[in-house]
């Protein structure tokens, strides 16, 4: 709701930027995205996070990417990223939202399950969610 900001500053440390929407099973020609969503009422750079992918079978990370580059996550905006804009902006899915940031080297999610995890700058787990091919669209419902 609309306090919801204020509400959840007193932890932001540990919860400020989360998994808004991530759909990780597209039709060819489609970009997959991963949203992410600052909480918190502080502005947060993504240079600092690093992305995460566990395996849900093995339970180990298979996946790591850390944008590296400097990008404002402002709090209530979220921001989609995608490895291909074009396709992105061009499909029916499309993030109708703030943000969109085009990472050529993110890593692609598997199509029927995975686990992926954002740590911040201190390697802390800022969030964590479970997908499986189940959920057309992976929301979070917190």
């Given at each position: 709701g609309p306090?919801?900001?204020?509400?959840?500053?007193?932890?932001?440390?540990?919860?400020?930027?989360?998994?808004?929407?991530?759909?990780?099973?597209?039709?060819e020609g489609k970009a997959e995205f991963i949203e992410l969503l600052n909480r918190s009422d502080h502005v947060a750079d993504l240079a600092g996070f690093t992305l995460t992918l566990t395996s849900a079978s093995t339970g180990n990370v298979t996946r790591e990417f850390r944008a590296g580059i400097p990008y404002l996550l402002i709090p209530g905006k979220p921001v989609a990223l995608t490895r291909d804009i074009r396709l992105l902006t061009a499909a029916s899915h499309a993030p109708n939202r703030y943000g969109i940031l085009e990472l050529p080297s993110l890593f692609i999610l598997p199509d029927e399950e995975g686990i992926l995890s954002l740590l911040n700058g201190d390697g802390r787990c800022t969030d964590r969610l479970h997908y499986s091919k189940s959920m057309h669209a992976a929301f979070l419902s917190q």
């Open positions: 306090g919801t900001a204020v509400a959840l500053a007193a932890r932001a440390d540990s919860f400020d930027v989360v998994f808004n929407e991530v759909l990780p099973d597209v039709a």
